[in-house]
């Protein structure tokens, strides 16, 4: 489940660091692809216009990320909001969009997101398979099963099977593991054995759809357990929490600042960067970090010197850091 929101006024002193452009209003309307169709991993595309302040919300098999910006005033009165989301897994979301608290016509759109076409097993969790031949097989009828459903151990192959021989046709098999690290995944028996290596311990999800749709008791909650034997701290990325009044907006040549909680992160190195609307939109480039290593936490701050939309990514252990707000 993901929400976000945008909204848009005119320009004034101090204003706040969001897209500021005046708008030719009107009944706000969505309109593109990714309103009905997408792909696993792709980014799809829509977008939102006549709107001065939209909060876009999208559930499905798995969490979306969305990204927002204001599009540039045109002739043709389609001035609005981009909008751009990508999931984990194949099947139904529904998204709902919002302009002034109240739904937009249309509103909520539903979008068939399809596995990656060819994509294959990755080092980031997941992977889509063919099994069998067309794509009539029933999802309802698959069953997975083996040691690797029940319990694993960090830096370990764990494994597990997926029986479609009842499914009564083939189809396409996505295959997605979740948690607070990157995992691999490997087929070991062609559309039937496969084998995942979680890096880290933890609360993990397996996510298993075939033909787009889930199978019976999908999310699958796994148990990872830490390696006795393993010397070095482990490093949990999707623990890392951002909050702050950055994550919210600012004002222009006012220093704004967001932490960095790491108490249940592990070990690992934090970067920042933070990109403004135009160069020099952060004063002298400079995005500040102060340690706390008492609270296992960092304060970062900058200074804009325009308003418009800035883009702050943050990335613990080479990896980028999920979730954003308490």
Not at 124 to 153: I, L, W
Not at 217 to 227: A, M, Q, S
Not at 233 to 250: C, E, F, I, N, T
Not at 284 to 293: H, L, T, Y
């Amino acid at each position: 489940h993901t929400t976000a929101h945008l909204s848009k006024h005119p320009l004034r002193k101090n204003s706040v660091i969001k897209p500021v452009i005046m708008l030719n209003l009107g009944d706000a309307e969505a309109k593109g692809e990714g309103l009905s169709t997408g792909h696993v991993a792709d980014r799809a595309r829509f977008k939102v216009i006549n709107a001065t302040e939209i909060a876009v919300d999208i559930t499905g098999p798995s969490r979306a990320k969305i990204d927002i910006e204001a599009l540039p005033s045109n002739p043709d009165d389609e001035s609005g909001f981009g909008i751009a989301y990508e999931v984990d897994a194949p099947g139904e979301y529904t998204i709902t969009i919002h302009d002034k608290g109240a739904p937009i016509q249309g509103s909520p759109f539903k979008a068939q997101i399809h596995d990656s076409a060819g994509s294959t097993t990755s080092g980031d969790g997941s992977g889509t398979f063919t099994v069998g031949s067309g794509s009539s097989g029933d999802p309802a009828k698959v069953k997975v099963v083996g040691p690797g459903m029940v319990t694993g151990m960090a830096g370990k192959p764990s494994k597990f099977y997926v029986d479609c021989k009842n499914a009564g046709g083939g189809g396409q098999l996505h295959i997605r593991l979740l948690g607070p690290a990157k995992a691999q995944l490997r087929e070991v028996e062609p559309g039937y054995g496969f084998e995942y290596v979680p890096a880290a311990p933890g609360r993990h999800q397996l996510l298993i759809t075939f033909n787009d749709r889930p199978v019976p008791n999908c999310p699958f909650v796994i148990n990872i357990k830490e390696d006795p034997s393993r010397g070095e701290p482990y490093s949990y990325p999707g623990k890392v929490v951002l909050d702050g009044d950055a994550m919210r907006g600012g004002h222009v040549h006012k220093a704004v600042s967001f932490d960095v909680l790491m108490a249940d992160a592990g070990a690992g190195d934090l970067r920042v960067s933070v990109t403004g609307p135009q160069d020099g939109a952060v004063k002298d480039g400079k995005v500040n970090i102060r340690n706390n290593p008492a609270a296992c936490s960092a304060r970062v701050e900058f200074e804009p010197t325009v308003g418009g939309s800035y883009r702050v990514e943050v990335k613990f252990s080479s990896e980028d850091v999920p979730q954003i707000g308490r």
